[in-house]
């Protein structure tokens, strides 16, 4: 088992297509070659990557373009659910290991000295988020199985408010209850979300709470209404150790 690894997190890439703008002027495709070529010319290449959800935007076909151009990350990647994903379009390019047995796309990864949860809150046609009963009753399962090893979750859509006049309304609806959780797990150290297309940082009752901004969009926190959209792409990197876990975001 690997002792120290390295994740990359890209979030919201909203990917369209190569012909196409989102929002006629975002041109995903292109924010997505060039986070790839970061990628692939970091001075250490992650081990794995982690794609935290809105991986397309709204319409299923662009999956096919979205995943063929995710072969050129040469990593294992996980694709998660986001609140802009299509569940039936995106399970067709997932294996059946990251999908559980009422169709969540729940999974962890248990290949590294540091375990891995990623943890669906998208619910069908609704932008803001929830945690179902499936998936809080599968997460303590989770959580009480794993002791020894320090655990980090990744989420789509936030548990907590971060200051967001954009996107504190639709983060995940029943985050307090995910808190109080996970808070009586020593050892779960860290819980990332997507979502909300900004960096972001806190801590609460000893658990870091942060955000990866986005792949291809960037709303400053304190954006008063959507039209304030920048283009900038970032990408995140987790380096794990067997003792600690630390972060950084880097802007392509
Ligand atoms: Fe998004």
């Not at 975002?26 to 250490?44: G, K």
Request: aromatic share 10%; hydrophobic share 35%.
């Amino acid at each position: 088992m690997k002792k120290n690894f390295l994740i990359g997190q890209i979030s919201d890439t909203h990917y369209v297509s190569s012909k196409e703008k989102l929002f006629d002027k975002i041109d995903t495709h292109n924010s997505f070659l060039r986070t790839i070529d970061a990628c692939n010319n970091l001075d250490q290449i992650p081990d794995i990557y982690i794609l935290s959800g809105d991986l397309i935007h709204d319409i299923e076909i662009y999956y096919h373009e979205f995943f063929n151009l995710c072969k050129k990350l040469n990593r294992p990647i996980y694709p998660m659910m986001g609140n802009h994903d299509v569940r039936s379009g995106l399970k067709k390019h997932l294996s059946k290991n990251l999908i559980d047995e009422k169709g969540n796309v729940n999974y962890c990864i248990d290949s590294f000295n540091t375990k891995i949860i990623c943890l669906d809150t998208a619910i069908e046609n609704k932008i803001e988020g929830e945690i179902n009963k499936y998936s809080m009753d599968w997460l303590k399962n989770t959580l009480d199985r794993e002791n020894d090893k320090h655990v980090i979750i990744f989420m789509h859509h936030p548990p907590i408010n971060i200051g967001s006049l954009l996107f504190d309304h639709i983060k995940c609806q029943n985050g307090k209850e995910f808190i109080d959780l996970i808070s009586k797990y020593n050892n779960v150290k860290e819980v990332v979300f997507g979502h909300v297309h900004c960096s972001y940082t806190t801590k609460i009752n000893n658990i870091i709470f942060s955000s990866c901004p986005s792949g291809s969009i960037e709303y400053p926190i304190d954006a008063k209404d959507s039209s304030e959209m920048i283009e900038k792409s970032s990408i995140k990197l987790f380096n794990c150790s067997e003792f600690e876990i630390s972060s950084k975001n880097i802007l392509i």
